[in-house]
């Protein structure tokens, strides 16, 4: 850039123009925009609220705001759930002896919500462990919900995994964290005949796909 710099001057303001616009076209994600508008209402006035305060406030102001809102959510999340827990049955989802897994299949379980704070984590664990193995189940049966950071970061893992012919496997996810994948694509993507209730049944369809 330095060296070539004294010709920049040279180039015609029409194609600088061209050139920022694809760049600002790129940086505006309006992909990630439209899918949150698919998600609640909570995230979608957390997304208009930043949004508008960037444009007509201040960038640092939107950040703090949309911390704030997206922690009050949070803690909103976590007392809905357990209100839903009191009374909760025994977990009889449960396997004792794991040496009936075959070779080249892979299980990591999610415990806890899967949101903003933690979706990195387990997306990043997801991917690599996944990347080693053909078949890769994922138990989800303490995952209470999934927030639209947690969204965007488990499609990034699926295409990743996918293009490298892994097969996803989910089990356990509740009612709540199934809407919120129907509704983000997440569910065609993986394919509804990979998705099971229990984990007994996850594993004879890795089975049966694997032999």
Known sequence: MLFFGKWAKLIPMSCLAGILIVVAYNMSEWRSFASILKASWFDIIILITTFLLTVLVDLTVAIEVGVVLSAILFMKRMSDIAEKKIGHGVDTDVIEDYSDIPDGVTIYEISGPLFF????????????????????IIRMRHVSFVDQTAIHNFKSTIKTLQKSNVLIILSGVN??????????DIIRKIGENNIFERFEDAVLHAKNKIS
Do not use: N
């Open 175 to 184: 009612e709540d964290v199934s809407k919120t994948f129907t509704k983000s």
């Open 117 to 136: 704070g933690t979706a990195k984590t387990y997306t990043r664990v997801i991917e690599s462990i996944g990347l080693k193995h053909k078949i890769l």
